[in-house]
Nanobody, 116 residues
Framework: QVQLVESGGGLVQAGGSLRLSCAAS????????MSWYRQAPGKERELVAT????????KYADSVKGRFTISRDNAKNTMYLQMSSLKLEDTAVYYC?????????WGQGTQVTVSS
């Protein structure tokens, strides 16, 4: 079954850290660029970070540059998002995504809540 499954979300205090994981199955993970998105209540879903197939190219939203790090382990079919210096405004549901054959494949999302 082709799917993406996020994990690692939770409740964290401002200034803290979390690491999200996105486990892929059912397709050749190493052949696809991957992205993290997030959606806060009442807001549109936004792109957080993108990584190339081999992990050598990465791009970040300005709002997370210097605080978040995207990475992947193709041997484990898993992508990660290391989040540090978390802010209240980072509270959102975080999704991983890829595009296969022109069709978006999304995970179910994992909730990240940052408290003061």
């Amino acid at each position: 079954q082709v799917q993406l499954v996020e994990s690692g979300g939770g409740l964290v205090q401002a200034g803290g850290s979390l690491r999200l994981s996105c486990a892929a199955s059912g397709f050749n993970f190493s052949s696809y660029g991957m992205s993290w998105y997030r959606q806060a209540p009442g807001k549109e879903r936004e792109l957080v970070a993108t990584i190339s197939t081999g992990g050598g190219w990465k791009k970040y939203a300005d709002s997370v540059k210097g605080r978040f790090t995207i990475s992947r382990d193709n041997a484990k079919n898993t992508m990660y998002l290391q989040m540090s210096s978390l802010k209240l405004e980072d509270t959102a549901v975080y999704y991983c995504k890829t595009v296969r054959g022109g069709i978006d494949l999304w995970g179910q999302g994992t909730q990240v809540t940052v408290s003061s």
